[in-house]
């Protein structure tokens, strides 16, 4: 089973329209969870980066949020763009790179 | 995908052969990985290496194989030990290993 669990697996939304992708996990020992966006064929590139005493983190129109004590984390994102159509990928640290664990990410399409 | 290049996009290997996948950064970065990512699944960590002349393997090392001769490079072989080949493969590299990631465009690999 993996250590880190997205949902919903794949989401279609329209523009202009909110949206909120969940990350839950059980990896431990916790020092950060970083959510990654990911164009198709192309490296994901960084969004956030929260720590253990971070409750919420905005990056223009991504917010996310963590809860270190039920191990949930969400991406909020707000009017939403064609532009943000993408996987969004969580990524849960032990506290050095090599440890980290990936969740199989979100594939989120955004229609006209 | 900023500083950091991987090449060819696309690979085709042959039964029984080795193939070699470039990964190249002018970040200055000491630290540099290798990730495998199959369809619905996270990715998951090949080697690593923290520093030059030093590897450590990750989560499935197993059929591959890489050098750090330059701070650089980081080149990764795939050799005919590796059955099932076929994945995305993505390189990145960090200023040590605890600071972010900033991956390449990737490199997908097929099996003729």
């Known amino acids: 089973k993996n250590q880190v669990e997205q949902s919903p697996q794949s989401l279609i939304i329209l523009e202009g329209k909110n949206c909120t992708l969940q990350?839950?996990?059980?990896?431990?020992?916790?020092?950060?969870l970083r959510w990654y966006k990911q164009d198709t064929g192309r490296g994901p590139v960084s969004l956030t980066i929260m720590t253990f005493s971070e409750n919420t983190k905005s990056n223009g129109r991504y917010t996310a949020t963590l809860d270190a004590d039920t191990k949930q984390s969400s991406l909020h994102i707000t009017a939403s763009q064609l532009s943000d159509s993408a996987s969004y990928i969580c990524v849960v640290s032990g506290g050095n790179n090599n440890d980290m664990r990936f969740g199989a990410g979100t594939r989120l399409t955004v229609k006209p | 995908d900023g500083g950091i290049t991987q090449s060819p996009k696309y690979l085709f290997r042959k039964e029984g052969q080795n193939v070699t996948l470039s990964c190249e950064q002018n970040l200055n970065h000491d630290a540099m990985y290798w990730y495998r990512q199959d369809p619905g699944q996270g990715l998951r960590l090949i080697y690593y290496s923290q520093i030059v002349n030093d590897f450590q393997k990750g989560d499935i090392a197993e059929g591959y194989s890489v050098s750090r001769e330059k701070k650089e490079s980081f080149p990764l072989t795939v050799t005919s030990a590796q059955k099932n080949p076929t994945a995305f493969y993505l390189c990145?590299?960090?200023?040590?290993?605890?600071?972010?990631?900033?991956f390449g465009a990737g490199t997908r690999l097929s099996v003729l």
């Open positions: 990145a590299s960090s200023r040590d290993n605890k600071n972010i990631q900033y």
């Open positions: 990350c839950n996990y059980t990896v431990s020992p916790f020092s950060n």
